[in-house]
């Protein structure tokens, strides 16, 4: 009988137990999604005409499109910013200089502790009183989400690296590495496989956090779908809600299988992962306790 590293294989009451939750639990969603069904039916939701538009092509190129391609690229941009946000300032407070560590740390509580949706309104409201007039939404929105994001990843990335076995940096300094080689070399290849379900995590909810573009009338997919297509077809507005859910979704689904295709390969690879680094027994040469490995990266 296999057994798994985090829990024990079940037994056969294990077995029956957990097959009898299985079923319990599916009863309950399928009753969950009939009460939801028979409401909308009551209200008179899944008539065909309520759903004709979504049947058009009017209604994909001139709503759903343009609000998707707002969605992706806000987020796109704000993902990219937030990653390298995140590594300046997590890098930072690895730091063993205070004058950059504390700076480092202080900013990262700061926008940590801050809502998003406040510091998005912020943003909107301060970008025009500084530098004039101008549709400063995406700026906004943009800016908020490195901001933020941007923090928690710092933290993330800080906590990757510290979880690194200490032994590791130890054998690389032992051997002449400097500072910027071992994190380059050694500690940061091995963090980034252990970093990435949660560095995935927070993309999928920055790219959620996009919809709060809505507050400020950027033209995301929310604002089009949720606002101005059932202004133009009276009565859709449930349908649109719930294309635009689905459309979120696939969207995350993507995000994650992509996650975990990149996890999968960066785990292969020989390039991002960090040689293992044993200790020295007598009569064993350098070859043997992996210092060739790490003075051919140093190189």
Known sequence: MSTSVLF???????????????????AL???VLWFIYSGFDKKHQWDGKIWQPFLTAEVWTDFIIPGLRGTLSAAAVAAVL???FGAVFGLGRLSEHAWISKPAGFVVE???AIPLLLLIFFLFYFAPSVFGGGDWAFFALVA??????????????RAGVGAVPR?????????????????????LPQAVTSMMPAIVSQLVVLLKDTALGYIIAYVDLLNYGFK???????????????????IYVGLNMLL????????????????TAAPPIVAAVPGASLEDAGVADLNEGAD
Do not use: C
């Open 228 to 246: 101005i297509l059932p202004s133009a077809h009276f009565g859709s507005l449930i349908p649109a809600a719930i294309v635009i859910g689905v």
């Open 82 to 84: 937030a990653l390298v």
């Open 144 to 157: 908020g989400l490195m901001f933020y994001n941007g923090s928690v990843l710092a933290e993330v990335i």
């Open 8 to 26: 024990d294989a079940p037994g056969p009451r294990a077995r029956v137990r957990n097959g009898i939750l299985t079923v319990v639990g599916i």
């Open 29 to 31: 969603v399928a009753a």
């Open 256 to 271: 994650s299988q992509f996650a975990t295709w990149l996890e999968k390969r960066s785990r292969r690879s020989k390039k």
């Open 167 to 187: 032994g590791q940096s130890e054998a690389a300094f032992a051997i002449g590495m400097r500072k910027n080689q071992v994190m380059r070399l050694v500690l």
């Open 110 to 112: 700061v926008f940590r």
